[in-house]
C-alpha cells in the first residue's frame, strides 16, 4: 500500500491551501485516513481525520478553517486550509490508521511522505 500526498507549498498568511492523499494497492477498505503535522523538534501532531463513515475529528487549533473531505469512504482525502496562519507552518503527513488489503491482512499506521507548507506573514 502506498500513500501519494499531493498540494502544499507557499501561502500568505489568510490565504488557502489544498492537500490531497491517494492511497493505492490491494486495499479492501480503510478504516481512518487523516493529515498530520510535524514542526522542528516537535512530535507529529494530529491535524484532522476522517472515518470511512465520514466521522471527522479537528485538532482544536484548525477548527473552522480547515476541511477534511473523503469521497464515500474512499482512499482519497483531502484537506482545504484556509485563513492560514504562520502557525501552520510544517511538513504535513497523511496517515492510514487501518487498513484491510484483499488478501484478508490488515496493516496498521501507514504514512505518506510528507508535504511542506509553509505560511509566511
Not at 498540494?7 to 490531497?20: D, E, N, P, T, V
Not at 487549533?61 to 486550509?81: A, C, E, P, W
Not at 511538513?91 to 484478508?104: I, P, Q, R, S, W
Amino acid at each position: 500500500v502506498q500513500l501519494q500526498a499531493s498540494g502544499g507549498g507557499l501561502a500568505q498568511a489568510g490565504g488557502s491551501l489544498r492537500l490531497s492523499c491517494s492511497a493505492s494497492g490491494s486495499i479492501s477498505s480503510i478504516n481512518a485516513l487523516g493529515w498530520y503535522r510535524q514542526t522542528p523538534g516537535n512530535e507529529r501532531e494530529l491535524v484532522a481525520a476522517i472515518t470511512s463513515r465520514g466521522i471527522t475529528k479537528y485538532a482544536d487549533s484548525v477548527k473552522g478553517r480547515f476541511t477534511i473531505h473523503r469521497d464515500n469512504g474512499g482512499n482519497v482525502v483531502d484537506l482545504q486550509m484556509t485563513n492560514l496562519t504562520p502557525e501552520d507552518t510544517g511538513v504535513y503527513y497523511c496517515n492510514a490508521d487501518e487498513v484491510m488489503l484483499t488478501a484478508g491482512i490488515a496493516q496498521y499506521h501507514l504514512w505518506g511522505q510528507g508535504t511542506l507548507v509553509t505560511v509566511s506573514s
